[in-house]
Every structure is written in structure tokens, then in C-alpha cells.
């Protein structure tokens, strides 16, 4: 990376900082996802016993805890490591769709990108810090978030249960494998359908289809059908960084100025 890329790079960083109305939505989701709904579950659990009955299939499920005595435990445990998963692949697959979409089609609702064009990066140095840009935004989104939701859960378990639930080995895979490839995934499909689009919110819609995948893994899991595991998110994982390499390139095949102009 030259010190041109680093210069774009930043620029796009700066544009999405200095929008408040994509940095709202862009803090928005995640607020919501990291902070106001593990809250309201960890409130739900210690205030209202009796609502553990509903987490009882995937309680059945997860048999090295069925021998706990203390069920509000197990069903504290079970949330942040079993129920929160499936909802933080949200942000990055939001963070990222947003900020290429800002930084691909943002470039042409402010008649930028001609200019762009002309500038001594090459098409495939353009494209890449384009990319990570998006990629950059996201992960930091991504981490900051996790940081904020384990911090306010560890917190509120301790004043609220007397105790304690660290993150098992599933957050790690989480946070190194499959939002850095979901991130990917999502500046990619954002990416193919930049080349038509005409504003943020037309180039966003790809991204959009990403969210029903973990959609169904989240109802799965409240169904007691399927239950995240290290197995499964290792899988998942592979799977994505697989998805992301071929999405990669054929994004990179539909980065041409023939495109880009039309």
C-alpha cells in the first residue's frame, strides 16, 4: 500500500465520521444488538424466573450444563454465548454494506468520481483501498462493539446474578474467522451492485439478503433445532473466508470504468 492509498483510505473514513446520518445508523444497530437487547435478556432472566421455560429445548441441548443447579445461570451462560452470536453477525455485516456503499456509490452523489478516476492510482489500487476502507470501518465497529456489550454484560451479571459468565472459545472464532469473512462477504455483494446503483440506499439492498441466513440460525436456535457451537461457527467460518475469496474476485472483475461511469 502506497501513501496515495493511505490518503483515500482516510478520506473515505473522514466522509462516513463527518455524515451524522450514516454514522447514526451506523451506531444505531449496534447500540441495539450489543447493549439494549443483552440487557433487556439479562434483565428478563434474573427479574422473571419463571420465563427460563422458554430456553428449555436449548437447554436439553447443552448437556455438559444440565447437571448446574442453578438454571438463571445456565440461561445467562446460554445467551451470551449460545444467543448473542447469531445477532453480532449483524454488525459487521451492516457496518461494512454501509460503508462501501458510502464509499463506492457516495463517490458518485457528489460528482467525485470522475475526479477519482483521473488520479494516479491505478483501477486495482483504487478498488483495493476502497475495500479497505469498508473492511477497516467494519472490523472497528465489529471489536469496539464486542468490547461495549461484554464490558455492560459483565457488569450487570455481577451486580444483578452476584457472579460472572466469561465469553467461551466461540467468541474468538467469532471475532478472528467469521466477521472478518462476513465483512467481506458484505463489502463484496455491496460492491457488484455499486456499478448500477445511483445512491447509498440502492446499493445497500444486496446486503440486505445477508441478514436472513442468520436470521434462520437464530430461529433455529430458539426452536431448539440447531444450537451454535465451536464446530459449527469453525464451519461457518471456513465456509465464509471461501465465499468471501470468490466473491473478492469477481467484484474485482466488475471494477471497471465502463461500469463505474454508466
Do not use: C
Amino acid at each position: 500500500m502506497n501513501t496515495r492509498q493511505l490518503a483515500l483510505i482516510k478520506k473515505d473514513i473522514r466522509s462516513i465520521t463527518s455524515n451524522k446520518q450514516v454514522l447514526m445508523v451506523m451506531l444505531m444497530v449496534p447500540l441495539a444488538l450489543t447493549i439494549v437487547l443483552p440487557s433487556v435478556l439479562v434483565l428478563v432472566t434474573v427479574m422473571a424466573p419463571d420465563s427460563a421455560s422458554d430456553f428449555q429445548k436449548m437447554l436439553s441441548m447443552v448437556s455438559f450444563l444440565s447437571e448446574e443447579p442453578d438454571q438463571q445461570q445456565m440461561i445467562l451462560w446460554l445467551m451470551l454465548n449460545k444467543i448473542m452470536p447469531a445477532f453480532f453477525l449483524l454488525i459487521p455485516i451492516m457496518a461494512s454494506s454501509v460503508m462501501a456503499a458510502s464509499s463506492f456509490v457516495g463517490e458518485k452523489e457528489k460528482h467525485t468520481l470522475e475526479t477519482l478516476l483521473y488520479s494516479p492510482l491505478s483501477l486495482k489500487q483504487l478498488f483495493q483501498s476502497k475495500i479497505l476502507a469498508g473492511f477497516s470501518v467494519g472490523m472497528m465497529v465489529s471489536y469496539i462493539s464486542f468490547a461495549a456489550m461484554i464490558l455492560v454484560l459483565e457488569m450487570e451479571m455481577l451486580f444483578l446474578n452476584g457472579s460472572m459468565i466469561m465469553p467461551d472459545i466461540g467468541w474468538l472464532l467469532i471475532m478472528l474467522l467469521i466477521a472478518p469473512a462476513v465483512s467481506l462477504v458484505a463489502i463484496a455483494v455491496t460492491v457488484r451492485g455499486s456499478a448500477k446503483a445511483q445512491t447509498i440506499e440502492e446499493a445497500q439492498q444486496r446486503a440486505v439478503f445477508l441478514i436472513f441466513p442468520i436470521l434462520a440460525l437464530v430461529i433455529g436456535q430458539f426452536s431448539g433445532v440447531i444450537l451454535v457451537n465451536s464446530g459449527l461457527l469453525l464451519g461457518l467460518g471456513v465456509v465464509l473466508a471461501v465465499l468471501a475469496v470468490l466473491l473478492m474476485r469477481g467484484a474485482a472483475r466488475s471494477f471497471t470504468y465502463e461500469k463505474l461511469l454508466k
